[in-house]
């Protein structure tokens, strides 16, 4: 029973942090399309999802961006909170298994 619960945890914190990782994949991806101009004027679907993912993915690659600032035009947050979210799902995951 006590190994089921712990699978069941391990999956739900893995999956969370997966989710959470497409999430900022799909933010960066957005930005660039809109940094070339890829965007229709006024749009409330688009600027409500813009709206979202800035909410949701702002506040981790803000605290990173912190610690490392952006070498001009090129950002490392994003690439960097990808690599930081694998290492705490192995991480926890490992733990919670464990």
């Known amino acids: 029973m006590l190994g089921t619960v712990r699978t069941e945890v391990a999956d739900f914190i893995s999956t969370?942090?997966?989710?959470?990782?497409?999430l900022i994949f799909i933010y960066v991806v957005l930005g660039w399309l809109l940094s070339l101009g890829v965007r229709l004027p006024y749009n409330r679907a688009t600027d409500a999802l813009l709206t979202f993912l800035r909410d949701?993915?702002?506040?981790?690659?803000?605290?990173?961006r912190r610690v490392i600032p952006p070498f001009g035009p090129l950002d490392l947050s994003p690439l960097i909170a990808i690599i930081l979210l694998e290492v705490v799902n192995q991480l926890l995951v490992q733990g919670v298994l464990a």
């Open 16 to 22: 969370i942090i997966y989710v959470y990782t497409i």
């Open 56 to 64: 949701l993915c702002e506040p981790l690659l803000r605290s990173i």
